[in-house]
């Protein structure tokens, strides 16, 4: 399942427009296919809103029953909001990746970063292969 209304990374991160007050603000979380292939998450690492991020650096931490992987920011900016549910019950990213299980929200500093990200067709091609 690849929503088709968000954008994605070759890392398996989705990026999506927060709709909460036209802020130009954007949530990020990893995708179905990432999730699914990490096995069952018991920990996520994530930064405090106010961190500055660079596109490609890593921003955190998903640990699972099989590894550890990094979370890499999807565009440059500032982390609005970090999901503290997460805290309590990393699982959420395996039975919610699109919705309840998102990680973090970026203010980006090129809004026009998000359209040069990958769409879902692009997306569900790399995941094929």
Do not use: C
Request: net charge negative.
């Amino acid at each position: 399942m690849t929503p088709e209304d968000l954008r994605y990374t070759a890392e398996h991160e989705w990026v999506s427009p927060v709709a909460a007050g036209g802020s130009g603000g954007v949530r990020i979380g990893i995708t179905d296919f990432a999730q699914d292939s990490l096995g069952d998450i018991v920990f996520v690492q994530l930064p405090e809103p106010g961190t500055e991020v660079q596109a490609g650096d890593s921003l955190g931490e998903v640990e699972s029953t099989k590894s550890v992987s990094e979370i890499y920011a999807p565009v440059s900016g500032r982390v609005v909001a970090r999901n503290e549910a997460l805290d309590a019950d990393p699982a959420v990213v395996n039975s919610d990746p699109y919705g309840a299980g998102w990680l973090v929200e970026i203010e980006p500093s090129d809004p026009e970063a998000v359209a040069g990200l990958l769409d879902a067709a692009a997306y569900q091609a790399l995941t094929e292969n």
